[in-house]
């Protein structure tokens, strides 16, 4: 039973996880600027735990922390370059196209997702850091 449940709630958190980054990715491309306001990056999220340690009982660290590693791996699933599903999309774009896609291709692919990646998690790290001092 207890696997049952172990798999529905890891369903039910991969679905409100992808929904949430599709919110975000929407919020974006609409200008919206507080698409940003409820993302929390490094410095964010160990405010967060440690609020989480010393006001909450340990079972919700327990929860909170299997809940970031839920995260990480949506996150590192999606077609996202330089993220592992992005490798999945490309190993199955070469396959479907039956030739190989360039190596200067392939890194600028991936150098261009990485210097993106970069610049949200400066982003959202500036962000972090305003919400402490405001």
């Given at each position: 039973?207890?696997?049952v449940?172990?798999?529905?709630r890891?369903?039910q958190?991969?679905t409100?996880?992808l929904?949430?980054?599709?919110?975000?990715?929407?919020g974006?491309?609409?200008?919206?600027?507080e698409a940003?306001?409820?993302?929390?990056?490094?410095?964010?999220?160990v405010?967060?735990?440690?609020?989480?340690?010393?006001l909450?009982p340990?079972?919700i660290?327990?929860?909170?922390?299997?809940?970031?590693?839920?995260?990480?791996?949506?996150?590192?699933?999606?077609?996202i370059?330089?993220?592992?599903?992005?490798?999945?999309?490309?190993?199955?774009?070469q396959?479907?196209s039956?030739?190989?896609?360039?190596?200067?291709t392939?890194?600028?692919?991936?150098?261009t997702?990485?210097?993106?990646?970069m610049v949200?998690i400066?982003?959202?790290?500036?962000g972090?850091?305003?919400?402490?001092f405001?």
């Amino acid at each position: 039973e207890s696997m049952v449940i172990g798999l529905e709630r890891t369903v039910q958190t991969s679905t409100l996880i992808l929904r949430a980054v599709g919110n975000i990715v929407v919020g974006i491309l609409s200008g919206s600027g507080e698409a940003l306001d409820d993302v929390a990056g490094p410095v964010g999220m160990v405010g967060f735990i440690g609020d989480v340690r010393t006001l909450a009982p340990p079972i919700i660290l327990v929860w909170i922390v299997g809940l970031i590693s839920a995260n990480l791996a949506v996150l590192n699933a999606l077609p996202i370059p330089p993220l592992d599903g992005s490798r999945a999309v490309m190993a199955v774009v070469q396959r479907v196209s039956g030739d190989r896609i360039s190596a200067s291709t392939e890194r600028l692919v991936y150098f261009t997702g990485w210097v993106a990646l970069m610049v949200f998690i400066v982003i959202v790290t500036l962000g972090d850091i305003q919400r402490i001092f405001a």
